[in-house]
Structures are given as structure tokens and as C-alpha cells.
């Protein structure tokens, strides 16, 4: 066996990895089901699924091209000891794999309302604006599908460069890189590092901005934000990697930390106003929102009164006519006939004088 493919065995190393791989199917999981179950994906911010797919693309590519000597090793190595020594591969590939199945399940559920722009089209009567739907795409939706194409081309380009230069890498060492390859191993890890500090802007912007938690998973990020640390610690063991390799799992855990922060604030806020993640009233419809409410006539004869009580009264005190109508019902009620025969009476009388 050469002496360069020599396992290496770290049991503190391998455990951790083998929790993380766990935790990451686990903390995703919520996040797909929550999408899946809604069977809508509103609350993303298409910048920030971009972001995240080719931060992780770049990140997995990046640890593939620091421990390639170790995975030419497993032609020498018994199954076992070829598990453990690309374990950390495997982990990074994980978390770039369950992070675009978002993306994947955001493009099947896109909310069908947000898919296409609507006009607003006059009755021309009393009645309110009728909504058309139009085939013109809306601006996020077609964003969404241009996003969509970036990430699978920039997922296309850096794996076919990777392994073109791997493949150029005519060293006998297996353990030894050519300067190019350095030197795209080190693009990868900082270009991922980038995208993974700018990830959550637009998520956190989106998220402030529309002040709901949406088809976020709060679960998720609970056990993501301080598996972040970990997930760092376990990276940084592994031998043949270096800071560019957990930089950016570094940034994109204390990133999440801040989303997380918010998205619990605004759930704190919705239980408040009485309204569900994505803004729709909680178990009650309009007219039973206005009977729930304490609005209140501020002027009048019912000054105080709440005002679903006040159009009750309105409408039981309106001018009614006694028993069905029919033929012979006189258009004026009775009281009324009485008080206007008895006017002309007096005003004959005076007449007489």
C-alpha cells in the first residue's frame, strides 16, 4: 500500500460526521414536509434559494477537489476505511443535495395565484373591479424560472471544470494538487464563502419586508442554526481541508441565526393579529372577524355601540311593511294615511275661518 494512502482513523471525527449526517436529513426534513403539506412555497425569496444552491454546489466541489488524493485512495482501501476517509465529502454533498430539493419543491409549489399577472377590469356600475387572470407571467415567477436555469448552468460549468482540471493533474502523488488546481479549489471556497455571507440578505429583506414566516421552517432552523458550529468543527478535522473549506458554512450559520431570530418575532406577531404564517385570518371569516371586533360607532344615536350590532339595529328598525304584501296593500303604511287625512282636516278648518 503506498504510503501516501495510509487510513487515517479519527473516531471523535468520524462520530461527529455520522451525527451531522443524521442531523441534516432530520432538520431538513421539516422544511420540505412544511412545503409539501402546504402545497405552497410563498414566503421564499428566489435570490436566497439561488444563493444557497450554488454556495453549496461550490462548497461540495471545493472539498472534492482538497480530499481528491483521498478518494483515489479507495481503489487501495477496504469499503470500510473508504467510507470513513471521504465521510467528509459525503456530508458536504448532503448539504448541497437537501438544500436544492427547496429549491426543486419551491418551483412545483409556487403559489398558482403568484404565477400570473392580474387586471383589474370596470364594471362600470356599482359593483368592485373584476380580477382577470392574464398568460402574462408574473415578474417573480419568471425570475424564479431564470434563477432556476442559473443554478443548474453554474452547477454544470463548475463540475466540468473541476474535473477537467483533476483530470490534467498527471502527479503520481495522489496527495499533491497542480497549481491550477489550488488555485481553483481556492475560487471555489472563497466564491462559496461570498455567496454564503450575501445568502440570507435577500431572505432576511423579503422576510422583514412581508412580515411573515410564510413556508419557512422554524424547526429547521432551530437545529440548523447552532448544528452550524458543529458542522464548522467537523469540517476543519478532516484532513487535506483549510479555512476556505468551513468559511462558509461559518457565515451561513450565523446568517440563519439572524433569519431565525426574525422569523420568530413575526410568529409572535401573527399570533397577535390573528392571522397564519402566510397572512390569511385564523378560523374565521370576515363577518365573524366584524363580530369579534371591538370597532365602535364613534358618532351618532349609537355613539359606542359596536358596529356589527349598530347595522343590526339599522336594518331591524328600517321601514317595514306588516304581513305579505299583496294587491291590496297600500303603498303608505296606515300610521302614515291617518297623520295626512288629519293634516287636510285642520288645514280646511282654517280654510272655513
Not at 192 to 197: E, I, P, Y
Not at 286 to 306: F, K, T
Amino acid at each position: 500500500m503506498p504510503e501516501t494512502c495510509t487510513p487515517h482513523h479519527d473516531n471523535a471525527a468520524n462520530a461527529l460526521t455520522t451525527f451531522l449526517c443524521v442531523g441534516l436529513v432530520i432538520s431538513y426534513l421539516p422544511q420540505h414536509l412544511r412545503i409539501i403539506l402546504a402545497k405552497s412555497s410563498e414566503g421564499f425569496s428566489p435570490w436566497f434559494l439561488l444563493l444557497g444552491s450554488t454556495s453549496s454546489a461550490s462548497g461540495m466541489l471545493n472539498i472534492i477537489v482538497m480530499q481528491w488524493g483521498l478518494i483515489k485512495c479507495c481503489r487501495v482501501f477496504s469499503v470500510g476505511n473508504c467510507v470513513e476517509s471521504i465521510a467528509g465529502v459525503f456530508q458536504l454533498f448532503l448539504q448541497w443535495f437537501l438544500f436544492t430539493v427547496i429549491l426543486v419543491l419551491y418551483m412545483i409549489y409556487y403559489p398558482p395565484h403568484l404565477k400570473y399577472t392580474q387586471v383589474d377590469v370596470d364594471m362600470h356600475d356599482d359593483r368592485p373591479p373584476h380580477h382577470v387572470k392574464t398568460a402574462v407571467k408574473s415578474d417573480e415567477w419568471r425570475l424564479s424560472i431564470i434563477l432556476s436555469w442559473v443554478v443548474l448552468i453554474h452547477m454544470i460549468f463548475i463540475t466540468f471544470v473541476t474535473f477537467l482540471l483533476i483530470g490534467t493533474n498527471a502527479s503520481s502523488d495522489p496527495t499533491h494538487k497542480s497549481r491550477q488546481l489550488s488555485l481553483w479549489a481556492t475560487f471555489l471556497g472563497v466564491t462559496a464563502a461570498l455567496l454564503a455571507a450575501v445568502q440570507y440578505a435577500p431572505q432576511l429583506a423579503h422576510t422583514y419586508r412581508t412580515k411573515l414566516v410564510g413556508a419557512l421552517s422554524i424547526p429547521m432552523m432551530l437545529m440548523q442554526s447552532p448544528g452550524a458550529v458543529l458542522m464548522v468543527l467537523s469540517i476543519a478535522l478532516r484532513p487535506g481541508t483549510n479555512w476556505t473549506t468551513w468559511l462558509p458554512y461559518a457565515v451561513a450559520g450565523a446568517m440563519q441565526g439572524s433569519l431565525l431570530v426574525m422569523c420568530i418575532l413575526w410568529k409572535f406577531r401573527q399570533h397577535r393579529l390573528r392571522i397564519d404564517d402566510f397572512g390569511n385570518p385564523l378560523g374565521a371569516t370576515a363577518i365573524e372577524s366584524l363580530e369579534d371586533s371591538a370597532v365602535s360607532v364613534v358618532q351618532g344615536p349609537e355613539e359606542g355601540v359596536p358596529t356589527q350590532a349598530a347595522l343590526e339595529d339599522a336594518v331591524e328598525t328600517d321601514v317595514r311593511m306588516e304581513g305579505e304584501p299583496n294587491e291590496d296593500t297600500p303603498l303608505l303604511r296606515k300610521g302614515v294615511m291617518e297623520e295626512d287625512w288629519k293634516g287636510l282636516r285642520m288645514w280646511f278648518s282654517r280654510l272655513k275661518r
